[in-house]
């Protein structure tokens, strides 16, 4: 059970570049999600995807996209690299929890290791 | 809006003293709280939580208590190690309806711990 996986660790762009980041978890969770951090800005929430088909935009969505691509796998990608997005990115997942008509994820998010970029 | 406001760091105290991180919330419902912790190098792990007023959150020696009448939720130990040193980001949920919810972090205090 390896948790919460993100690929690369490491990457370097130049400005106008595009890449994806990759992560996946193996622990069957619902809802999983993506936050850039930021020195003294703590962390905060690009995009996230309350289950498997939905995507929904957080605090700072601009400049990205996701893709859901399946239950364990969910994708973030920079069209157009610019230095502002040089920040270490954090994949999350969390279980669901079904109360009334709509299932809302649960509270504790599981943490990947973090992908650290640097847009030149 | 809601936010959480944390005291900033850096943190430096020998081993074994008494460590308090203080973090207050602003929120228009009833959030959960949370405490969650990054070691160097490493993504953020849950140290505890409290989903309800006056419940107190512990793990490893942490605590932190649910405050809704001061809108805080500070965190403690009694006997900090140098194992402990990393940064501390305070944490809190709210549900907005209709399948929504937000997620907002402090901006973390990092904690050095000197033998």
């Known amino acids: 059970n390896a948790g919460v996986t993100q690929t690369p660790k490491f990457q370097v762009l130049k400005t106008g570049q595009s890449m994806t980041l990759q992560c996946a978890q193996d622990m069957n969770h619902n809802s999983m999600y993506w936050y850039r951090q930021d020195p003294g800005m703590g962390l905060r929430l690009i995009y996230y995807?309350?289950?498997?088909?939905?995507?929904d935009k957080g605090e700072v969505p601009n400049g990205y996209n996701v893709s859901r691509l399946n239950k364990r796998e969910f994708s973030l990608r920079l069209e157009s690299a610019a230095p502002s997005q040089t920040s270490v990115y954090f994949c999350a997942s969390s279980t669901n929890r079904d109360r009334g008509p709509v299932a809302r994820p649960a509270e504790t998010q599981y943490f990947g290791p973090g992908t650290r970029l640097l847009v030149l | 809006g809601n936010s959480v406001t944390q005291m900033e760091g850096p943190v430096t105290l020998s081993e074994e003293a008494f460590l308090t991180i203080n973090c207050t919330y602003t929120?228009?419902?009833?959030?959960?709280l949370f405490w969650y912790v990054q070691y160097p190098g490493e993504g953020l792990q849950l140290l505890l939580k409290?989903?309800?007023?006056?419940d107190k959150g512990s793990n490893k020696g942490f605590e932190a208590t649910y405050r809704k009448e001061t809108t805080s939720f500070h965190l403690e130990k009694g006997s900090v190690q140098v194992s402990d040193s990393a940064v501390y980001f305070c944490a809190l949920r709210i549900y907005s309806g209709a399948g929504s919810y937000q997620l907002t972090f402090g901006k973390g205090t990092k904690l050095s711990v000197i033998p």
């Open positions: 409290a989903t309800k007023a006056d």
């Open positions: 929120a228009t419902g009833y959030p959960s």
């Open positions: 995807s309350a289950s498997e088909g939905t995507t």
